[in-house]
């Protein structure tokens, strides 16, 4: 679910946000600054989390195709490169 070497920055982010959440409930008294500093905190947490996050992906395999002409050329002897397709240029190979 997160990064593992994100763990001890989380734990202290949310130290750091309870930490806050009680100062900012015991000291200060104007409800609307209390409430905005409570959501800023909540925003900064989750914050953290959004970027440690480790999402499951799904990869998908490019398939390779092999022109015919290419075999026929092979099969006499030429040096010729195959042509492929889906993959990068550094990736082909010459026969």
């Known amino acids: 679910m997160f990064h593992k070497e994100g ?11 309870v930490g ?8 200060i008294h104007v409800f609307w ?3 905005s500093l409570m959501i800023l905190l909540l925003v900064f947490f989750v ?6 996050r480790d999402p499951k992906r799904n990869t998908v395999l490019r398939s ?3 022109n015919d002409i290419d075999h026929h ?6 040096r010729v490169g195959l042509a492929l397709r889906g993959l990068l240029p550094k990736d082909i190979k010459y026969l």
């Open 64 to 66: 390779i195709q092999i």
């Open 20 to 27: 806050g959440l009680l100062l900012i409930d015991n000291f």
């Open 47 to 52: 914050l953290v989390l959004q970027f440690f």
């Open 33 to 35: 600054l209390q409430k």
């Open 73 to 78: 050329h092979a099969e006499n002897g030429q």
């Open 7 to 17: 763990f001890k920055i989380i734990l202290v982010a949310a130290l750091i946000m």
